[in-house]
């Protein structure tokens, strides 16, 4: 009943709204009350294993290389060769839109970096063509989520270190139900804008396109393939992605001096500096637990009291989603990950499958309010209200919920490319 009272203890905080790190104060010392006796050696020794692992070079190697890229022309080539395969169809921008966040994802790994790297150059397009507004920004805000999904991923990281599973596993297995919510957007993005008009197909401007994007459209090749090929692990792909790109963008594409470096590598420290400390607490409460099978015990005391898959299944989502209104991913599956994994596999839930569970149920967090990150995020950047862009991701939020039904009650499209 201890390890219960600390879960409601942490919930009763985030109803409360207080902010992520009071609330891991809190869960450390009653965790280091109840089961370390006191003493803060424990916490000390537990900060330090938590923070000395080489995985965790990839967050902010994944982070630097999404901003250097901002900073440069990578998106802005990316796009212009996703625009000129899709002018084609009616609609065809809009379609393009999700279908650069998909990209861009793919190499960014974070769904607000993704979301200003697009946004900035595709919603005064999309406006200037004749899109509305209310799609355009809920194209956009649920598009730049497709990061949370789509490989490399920085939550699945911060799951795999929080749980001590495979980060290529988990790369894989978000693969499928990445596709999926790419494609359903992007047929929702044609069918709601079929009657825009749209251009003729132009083979000569498709070519130009490669040829001035040739080098940023390889960088996801060379990252995802070097990773599923098994040449390199996530943590080498996160340092190539740093160097190609720097690479491409100060001696190819020439749009970054090479002493904006520093700079680019100071903000990326800004918000590491606000991250790392996070997850150190959080893994380090984790620790701890673990060492007193407080999971386990709590896994026993679920199954007494939910026997059914089904019903433990549909209570999951909708916590996860509550959760995801209220605090941000990272931190949500750093406090709650190792407690609900062991009650998951009770069930006979693959812990691969439970990590997608999880990413996806927090990625509709994004776009959900109150707190839903890119909901702020997009309302900062293009300067418009609130209350519109909630409106506008809704019909977005549905669509994504129906694909989350599918990725939790077909275990295959997870597990399928593991397999």
């Not at 355009?136 to 599973?165: E, Q």
């Not at 459209?217 to 340092?239: D, H, K, N, Q, R």
């Not at 209220?326 to 812990?351: E, F």
């Not at 519109?388 to 669509?399: A, D, E, G, Y």
């Amino acid at each position: 009943m201890t390890a219960v009272f600390l879960l409601f203890l942490v919930l009763a905080l985030l109803a409360l709204r207080q902010s992520v790190v009071l609330i891991l104060i809190v869960a450390a010392a009653y965790v280091h009350w109840f089961w370390g006796d006191g003493d803060l050696t424990y916490l000390v020794d537990d900060i330090w294993s938590s923070i000395n692992r080489n995985v965790l070079l990839a967050i902010p190697m994944f982070i630097l290389a999404g901003n250097i890229m901002t900073r440069g022309s990578i998106a802005e080539r990316l796009i212009a060769i996703i625009r000129a395969l899709t002018q084609w169809l009616p609609g065809g921008l809009a379609v393009a839109t999700i279908l650069s966040c998909a990209v861009f994802a793919a190499i960014s790994g974070s769904s607000p970096v993704t979301l200003l790297a697009v946004g900035s150059i595709l919603y005064p397009a999309l406006l200037k063509e004749g899109y509305s507004k209310k799609f355009s920004l809920g194209a956009l805000a649920s598009g730049g989520t497709l990061g949370v999904v789509i490989p490399p991923s920085i939550p699945m990281i911060l799951y795999a270190i929080a749980t001590d599973k495979s980060i290529s596993d988990l790369f894989l297995a978000g693969i499928i139900p990445g596709l999926m919510l790419a494609g359903v957007l992007s047929v929702y993005a044609l069918i709601a804008n079929r009657k825009i008009q749209s251009e003729p197909f132009n083979f000569v401007q498709t070519v130009q396109a490669f040829r001035y994007g040739i080098f940023a459209l390889m960088t996801p090749v060379i990252l995802l393939g070097g990773i599923y090929s098994g040449f390199f692990s996530a943590t080498e792909a996160a340092a190539i992605a740093v160097g190609y790109s720097l690479f491409v963008e100060v001696f190819i594409h020439r749009e970054i001096h090479i002493t904006e470096f520093f700079s680019i590598a100071v903000d990326t420290a800004r918000l590491l500096g606000t991250l790392f400390p996070i997850i150190a607490i959080a893994i380090s409460i984790n620790l701890l637990l673990t060492a007193e099978s407080v999971p386990q015990d709590f896994a026993t005391w679920m199954t007494t009291v939910v026997d059914n898959k089904i019903t433990f299944l549909i209570a999951l989502n909708i916590f996860l989603l509550v959760i995801g209104c209220l605090i941000d991913i990272g931190s949500a599956i750093l406090m709650l990950a190792p407690i609900l994994l062991p009650v998951a596999m009770a069930y006979g839930i693959d812990p691969i499958h439970f990590g997608i569970i999880m990413v996806v149920n927090l990625e509709i967090g994004f776009i959900t309010p109150p707190v839903g990150l890119n909901l702020i995020v997009a309302m900062t950047a293009f300067k418009e209200d609130f209350v519109l862009i909630c409106r506008s991701v809704l019909p977005f939020i549905c669509l994504m919920l129906a694909v989350l039904v599918l990725v939790v009650f077909i275990p295959e499209l997870s597990l399928f490319l593991i397999r």
